[in-house]
């Protein structure tokens, strides 16, 4: 092929990339209009569900973890005694959110 050929293909490919960003970005407007609409009460509720549904065991050890090393063992002990357990694996799943709140309280 000819360099005039290449080029030819080269600018038409350019203008193929062009084509694609301003669809991609008159998408990109017509989302971000969408968006503005949601109210930020609506925002923050879903957040705190998604929060407290994927709390996991390694989450709650991290943070009781990080207090018992701040010298409150003791505090962390009578939390995990608090929601029924000898020891954190035993808390159950559904207590996470109340513990971890419990936690950062100390």
Not at 38 to 59: G, H, I, N, Q, R
Not at 70 to 92: F, Q
Request: include cysteine.
């Amino acid at each position: 092929m000819s360099q005039t050929k290449l080029l030819l293909e080269v600018v038409q490919d350019i203008q193929t990339l062009a084509d694609s960003l301003q669809v991609l970005c008159d998408a990109l407007l017509a989302n971000e209009s969408k968006v503005e609409v949601e109210t930020p009460v609506a925002k923050s509720k879903m957040k705190a569900k998604t929060k407290e549904s994927k709390l996991s065991l390694e989450d709650v050890r991290a943070v009781l973890a990080s207090k018992s090393q701040a010298g409150k063992t003791a505090e962390v002990r009578e939390l995990i005694e608090k929601y029924g357990a000898n020891k954190l694996s035993d808390v159950n799943a559904k207590h996470y959110a109340d513990l971890l709140k419990d936690a950062e309280a100390l």
